[in-house]
């Protein structure tokens, strides 16, 4: 993924950039997200669901534990 992946992300954290593209892409252009409403966060943790008990419901995961 490399550079695009990057260039995309540089380009996403815009949040007025992000709001137009979900609000276009989810809710076919009405403003229901507001960019003033956004921040950014840490995209290294991720949050997954596995397992088949409660104790095992939820697991962070990182690549990074030091947040900028």
Known sequence: ??????????YM???QVFAD???HLI??????INPEMLHTVDTTA???LYGKDEKE???IQSRN???N
Do not use: C, H, I, P
């Not at 993924?1 to 540089?10: E, Q, R």
């Open 57 to 59: 419901r939820f697991r």
């Open 1 to 10: 993924m490399g550079k695009k992946d990057t260039l995309t992300k540089d």
């Open 21 to 23: 593209a979900f609000n």
């Open 65 to 67: 534990t030091e947040m």
């Open 46 to 48: 991720l949050s997954v």
């Open 27 to 32: 809710y076919q252009g009405k403003k229901k």
């Open 13 to 15: 954290k815009n949040a």
